[in-house]
């Protein structure tokens, strides 16, 4: 029990949770440091002297910040959550394009609410409905250094999750899938409401491989139903909506590591992700997350 508490508390606010929800009477808190770097972007095949795979941005973009995930019980099936991350996105080379503006703000606020509903065997599940929203990024959704595209979506989610032993070590796998109806910027483009809604899905892998250690593998993907390929001469019509406008999709994949010092002391966790496929979206997108969190106060 102690290692399930451990590992079923360590998932950030965009990895997978599981259908593990809190208990009433608790309260956990999630504290991360992260950064971001990415130069070429996959563009239907086309290449370029900088990107041997894709067309490259004028500069690289690199984004770092800090974000906070909190989540409570309301009853012994049901909690809620919310996550409100903070960035700074800026061009690690000089540049006088207005496109990379260093920005500085609020990224995509989610909440949601969760509630277990069944297992099957060893596999749980939950479903939770949610909104997200970058209004407070909306008018630097253009820029190529920025925090989000500055949408509101409503979601819904499937959770399911497992743990067990395996060769004596106890181990938890979950996998979250998403669907994110986003409200239109755009109603009559040409290829219809814009973005497109979009999937989601997420998973972890934890394995105990002491009390005080973890070690894991994570994915994530998204997909975007429908838009316009990455052809920069069409995406002007869109104005400050040219990044919604895409049919974008990507894949990362990485590993983690989570250390737990003791039962009263936050437990800390190092995580770094890669993409491995995109489709108008960036193809070397990399990944780096330092963070700490802890449960507060008792179960009821």
Known sequence: MFWALLLLTTFPARASEGPWTTSPGLHNVY?????????????????????????????????????IFYRTGLTSKTDVAIGVPMGHSFSTESTSSPQYESTTGLGLIQGRIRRRI?????????????LQTGALHHSTRGRVTNLGEGTTDLTGT?????????????????MDISYAYRLPQQVDS??????????????VSLLAVSSKLGVGLSADGSWRLWGEQLNPARLGIYGDDRWAALAAAQVKLGGRIVIYPGERSPYLQLSAMRAVWARNNPLDTTQLEIAMGMDLGRRR
């Open 31 to 67: 504290l991360g440091l992260m950064g971001e770097r990415f130069q070429c972007f996959e563009a239907d095949g086309r290449s370029s002297s900088t990107c041997s795979n894709g067309l490259a941005t004028t500069t690289p973009v690199a984004q770092v910040g800090a974000k």
């Open 118 to 130: 069944g297992s099957l065997g060893d596999v749980g599940f939950a479903a939770g409905a949610g």
């Open 158 to 174: 499937l959770y399911i999750g497992s743990t067990g032993l395996v060769l004596r070590r106890f181990h938890t796998t979950s």
């Open 190 to 203: 040409p290829v219809g409401r814009i973005p497109g809604d979009e999937i989601h899905a997420t998973a």
